[in-house]
């Protein structure tokens, strides 16, 4: 886990989760955005993720939530407001403890969030997690689903460090976490939330995504599905779009509670 100091005065802390199967280091222009703009960022990589020795994902769900728990305390640690943003599985997280704990933050902003699969491993592999935990099945996740910018493609086309291979068994626990956030009985802790969906998402169903966020009933809620972009769409070619909307945001939650943005 690393805490990268704002540039100036800061404002406020961003923890970040990135999504599964990648890294914190391909967060690198958003983290200096945030830190250009007057905001620590706490960050790291998941259990078992970012390392080139990994071939196999099979951590443990609970691992996961625990690092996550982590960063979040170290964010606090700074007496400022605390944004949580949440990529993908990542985000899928955020949105779990939302719905289980009392977390103290100003508010939250998830990017494709998983809770419904389009893209899924081979049939046959589905049917081998009915059965076996320690089976391996390759999510076949590749940079070309993940965004059509040339220039993530050419930074991340050979990533040592991304891997999309896991067990039986952590696939399971993905469809387990996706049921409950899903669960129509429960709704997650009242905090302003801003979700940024890709029109051209392959990963994750978005229609599942607004329906579900629009069923939380929360005092702020902003919705936004940019057009033509893919599942990473901080990564898009419209990244530099993405980053104003989400700092917009960000202001008017720190001018509600009182801060004077200049």
Known sequence: MWKWEAEGKAKGVIVLVHNAYEHHRRYVWLIQKFRSDGFHVVAGDLPGH??????????????YRRFIKKMIRSGLDDNLP??????????TFLLRLLQMERIECAGVICTSPWLHLEHHPPIRAKMFTKWSQSMTLDHEITPELLSRNPEFLEQYAEDPMYVSIVTGGWYRELQTLMRSVMQPDLIIQDVPLLLHTGEADQITNTD???????????????????????????????????????QSFINNVLHSLGYIIE
């Open 50 to 63: 970012g390392k080139e020795s990994v071939e196999v994902h099979a951590e443990a769900f609970k691992d």
């Open 82 to 91: 605390v944004f949580l943003f949440g990529h993908g599985l990542g985000a």
């Open 208 to 246: 599942y995504t607004r329906k579900w966020a629009f069923a939380q009933n929360l005092s702020e809620l902003q919705w936004k599905r940019w057009k033509d972009v893919d599942h990473d769409v901080i990564q898009a070619p419209e990244q530099e779009g993405v980053y104003l909307y989400t």
